[in-house]
């Protein structure tokens, strides 16, 4: 780094207000060399605007004005590359000055990190030239003292969210939090508000714009007219605490007519495609869907439904509180990837529903397509005959267990399906089955190795029992270890004879 060169500043200038301006921002901006700010197309700078007062007669002024505000653009890269290309140019502008030894305030609405531009800047220059931010009032802290609406107490969860999200989405993060901020209105409104309405979360929004400025405004958000939404404008979600509000709501006493039931309901692997009809029906009927977080995450948002989530080692807690909300009276759905009775949910419901006390809820499973039957299809035909599902998880059982039944598998020359291979915590159990089942095994014998099958991200290797990497396998893995007969086609299909022969 030159000692002679500049000094790089991003500096925050508050949410509109100029009262709102620190006092060390002001300090910078009266001593800058250069001050530089984005504007929109056809704009004046709104940043520039908020510290007019604080910039000093012939100063240096770098307006960097953005070539576009939306996708419609004739660069050859879109969108990304107009913006792309507009950063660099910017960024060169103002490493000119720093390397000719000027200090640069670069002047940022809100925060400097919040949403800013000032962070592509930043990425740019901050490696070669001395780099300083001046944090600012964000937009979020006027609205809500413009509202007076608390964002958050006690142990609320408050989450930021921009309102360009996908709406189903949106509304499921809605469901999922305590309060909530809602950023870059203007044009998704209206999904906004949907959204909203869906997590059941619409009646106590509030809607603010031009927060600190003087045409400030805020009221519900049921009442707002979509086309007049500007971009200076956000939601506010207050949290669930101050009254009680949104999700929480105990369960209404258990009508006559209606018996208690607990559905419990496989998702299958992963894409939408592979949950079954019933099982989407079952779900568009219930009022509160219980399961591990990535899970319940897969089930839409929509108005009347909340949604419970946990971690995936209180299976039993689950189950209860289902259990405890069927009785009430409520429609209830525990759900599970894969199939929820394939190392799923389901047993651990049918444990907890054993209490006497669960006497009078029906219990229902919905089946879904396993993640063995997916890898299965995605090879070709490997459990065409007769296999065995095995999970190497020793949380619940010791792992003698799980050696005996891995050696009964090998000897009786068995197709073997792996759940639950590895973890973060279990990292030995792989080398260990496969040092156990090539005690018995061939080293030849075919392995399938499925990774995240249905996703995005899936992967399938077909390798052998020999040549099985076990530091590549992890928790989003399953394996399919061949049987004697399992056979591996010119075409590259896995498939095991119905026959034996």
């Known amino acids: 780094m030159s000692t002679t060169a500049g000094r790089f500043w991003g500096v925050g200038v508050g949410p509109g207000d100029p009262e709102l301006i620190t006092l060390k921002a002001a300090r910078l901006i009266a001593a800058a060399d250069v001050v530089a700010y984005h504007a929109g197309v056809g704009k004046s700078s709104n940043a520039r605007r908020i510290a007019a007062s604080l910039i000093p007669e ?20 879109g969108y990304a590359g107009a913006m792309a290309e507009f950063y660099e140019d910017a960024a060169d502008r103002l490493a000119a000055h720093l390397a000719a030894g000027r200090d640069v305030v670069l002047l940022a609405e809100g925060d400097p990190l919040f949403y800013g ?42 989450t930021i969210l921009p309102g360009t999200l996908p709406e189903p989405e949106l509304a499921r993060r809605l469901a999922d939090t305590d309060g909530a901020i809602i950023m870059k209105l203007g044009r998704t409104f209206p999904a906004v508000r949907r959204a909203l309405a869906a997590a059941g979360r619409l009646e106590h929004a509030v809607y603010v714009e031009r927060a600190s400025m003087p045409a400030e405004r805020w009221l519900p958000v049921a009442d707002v007219d979509p086309d007049s939404v500007p971009y200076f404008s956000l939601v ?5 605490s101050l009254h009680g509000m949104g999700r929480r709501t105990a369960p209404a006493p258990a009508p006559a007519e209606r018996a208690a039931e607990l559905l419990v309901v496989g998702l299958g692997p992963g894409p939408d495609a592979w949950v079954t009809p019933e099982a989407r029906a079952a779900l568009e009927g219930v009022d509160h869907v219980i399961g591990y977080a990535p899970y319940v995450a897969r089930v839409p948002q929509r108005p009347g439904l909340t949604r419970h989530a946990s971690g995936n080692t209180v299976e039993l807690d689950r189950a ?105 915590s279990r990292t030995h159990q792989v080398v260990e089955a496969q040092k156990i089942l090539l005690e018995t095994r061939s080293a030849d014998t075919v392995v399938v190795v499925g990774r995240d099958v249905g996703r995005a991200e899936e992967s399938l290797t077909v390798t052998t029992l020999g040549e099985l990497d076990a530091d590549s396998v992890d928790m989003k893995c399953l394996l399919i270890v061949g049987a004697s007969s399992t056979t591996l086609s010119p075409t590259g299909a896995v498939w095991t004879p119905r026959s034996v022969g």
């Open 58 to 77: 012939g100063v240096v002024e770098e307006e960097l004005r953005y070539p576009v505000t939306t996708g419609g653009t004739q660069h050859p890269g």
């Open 117 to 158: 531009s000032f962070m592509y800047m930043h990425d740019r220059l901050a490696p070669a030239y001395e780099t300083e931010i001046v944090p600012g009032v964000p937009a979020f802290a006027a609205a809500s003292a413009a509202a007076a609406s608390p964002l958050a107490r006690q142990t609320d969860v408050l």
């Open 236 to 240: 506010i979600v207050p949290g669930d």
């Open 320 to 424: 209860r509180h289902a259990l405890d909300l069927a009785l009430a009276g409520e429609r209830v759905a525990v759900v599970s990837g894969g199939d929820a009775g394939v190392f799923g949910m389901a047993s651990a419901v049918y444990e907890a529903a054993s209490d006497p006390v669960y006497a009078g809820v029906a219990v229902r499973v919905l089946p879904g397509v396993s993640a063995v039957q997916a890898v299965a299809a995605r090879a070709g035909a490997p459990i065409g005959a007769d296999f065995a599902v095995l999970s190497l998880s020793d949380r619940l059982k010791p792992w003698s267990v799980i050696e005996r039944r891995l050696r009964a598998v090998a000897e009786a020359d068995l197709v073997l399906a792996v759940y639950n291979p590895a973890s973060r």
